[in-house]
């Protein structure tokens, strides 16, 4: 029998059904489906309506998980949502979607730590459960980002979309579950991708918003670099630190803000096409929701199994960056 760990033992996930295109966009600003392709590897992206909170998605998606496990949400223990696209500043969207689900026993909170929150939240998650506090955990990321993205600049509005993925973690004696866990934050670099309004640093006036203070801002080929190096550098280091290679790696499953980054990471790490999850064409940039989006798409293609060696990463805003070595469990999946 070996260790206590945290098995993720269910997924489910949820995009909304309205779909922006690469043409949709060359009629908003002055942009090419050629250059968004050619740069970003981005073809669509899915949107809510205007006015669908946060925890609407975050709540579609654990209903999935809880439905595939086949229990209900009053056995849920804890919810940790990783968004960057809370309901509201406060309450937590956890207390939403505790509401929404019906999960009565459950207590939880939000995680903000924009594109590495599912990693962060994943690794909290799991600490409630192999220390033998909760047995079962729900861990959602969910992002609406078309609610804080600026339609009229085009160096952002091409890249972010809609969606939410939910995770149920319970303990696991087999061998399976999260492994271990590598993450890093460097402060320094809040000033190239944030939302400069709306927190209490510039409160809400009717300045800032002429000023288009309450969207993302970014200085992406700054961002670019940074991901491009610490998503390879984060992963080596997690590999080394328990006595890995790329070749140990089953599934290679990386946060999607741009295609080029993703394959930098894996031509470093030496890994071939079938070893790394690529959805980002489909979904660009969910924020906190492509980790689990990115899961589901490799459960679909059938690239996943029980036993798999799977390396999540994720770089993103802060900076921050995250990643978490996961012995996969057989789950069930339709
Ligand atoms: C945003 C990003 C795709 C831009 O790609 P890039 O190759 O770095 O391009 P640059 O920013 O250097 O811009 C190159 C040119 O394209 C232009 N451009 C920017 N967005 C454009 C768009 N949507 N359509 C057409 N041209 C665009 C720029 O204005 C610039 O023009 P110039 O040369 O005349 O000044 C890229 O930097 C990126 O992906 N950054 C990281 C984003 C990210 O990961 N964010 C989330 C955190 S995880």
Not at 208 to 229: I, N, W
Request: aromatic share 6%; hydrophobic share 45%.
């Amino acid at each position: 029998m070996s260790e206590r760990r945290a098995a993720i033992t269910a997924l489910g996930t949820y995009v909304p059904e309205r779909v922006l295109t690469n043409a949709d966009l060359e009629k908003m600003v002055d942009t090419s489906d050629e250059w968004i392709r050619h740069r970003t590897g981005i073809e669509t992206r899915h949107l809510v309506e205007p006015g669908t909170p946060t925890s609407d998605l975050a709540t579609r998606a654990a209903s999935e998980a809880l439905r595939r496990r086949g229990i209900s949400a009053a056995e849920i223990e804890l919810i940790i949502v990783a968004t960057v696209t809370p309901d509201m500043v406060f309450p937590a969207t956890a207390c939403f979607v505790q509401d929404k689900l019906g999960a009565k026993r459950a207590w939880g909170f939000d995680i903000s730590a924009a594109c590495s929150a599912f990693p962060y939240a994943l690794t909290m998650g799991a600490q409630f459960v192999q220390s033998g506090a909760h047995r079962k955990v729900l861990v959602i990321g969910a992002d609406v980002m078309s609610s804080i993205i600026d339609y009229t600049d085009r160096a952002t509005c091409v890249l972010f979309g809609d969606g939410a993925g939910a995770v149920l973690l319970e303990p696991a004696e087999d061998g399976t579950g999260v492994l271990d866990f590598a993450h890093e934050m460097d402060g320094s670099g809040a000033c190239y991708l944030h939302m400069p309004a709306g927190g209490s640093r510039q409160p809400a006036t009717h300045e800032s918003v002429e000023q288009r203070m309450h969207y993302v801002k970014q200085q992406g080929q700054h961002v670019f670099k940074y991901a491009v190096r610490k998503f390879a550098d984060a992963s080596e280091h997690i590999l080394h630190k328990n006595g890995l290679t790329g070749r140990d790696v089953d599934l290679f499953v990386a946060h999607q803000a741009n295609i080029r980054i993703i394959e930098a990471a894996q031509h470093r790490m030496g890994l071939p096409d079938a070893k790394v999850v690529k959805n980002i064409r489909d979904y660009g940039n969910t924020t906190a929701a492509t980790i689990p989006l990115a899961l589901a798409t490799a459960l679909d293609q059938k690239r996943l199994k029980a036993g798999d060696l799977v390396l999540l990463a994720a770089v993103g805003a802060g900076f921050t960056v995250g990643t978490v070595l996961v012995r996969w469990s057989g789950i069930a999946w339709d």
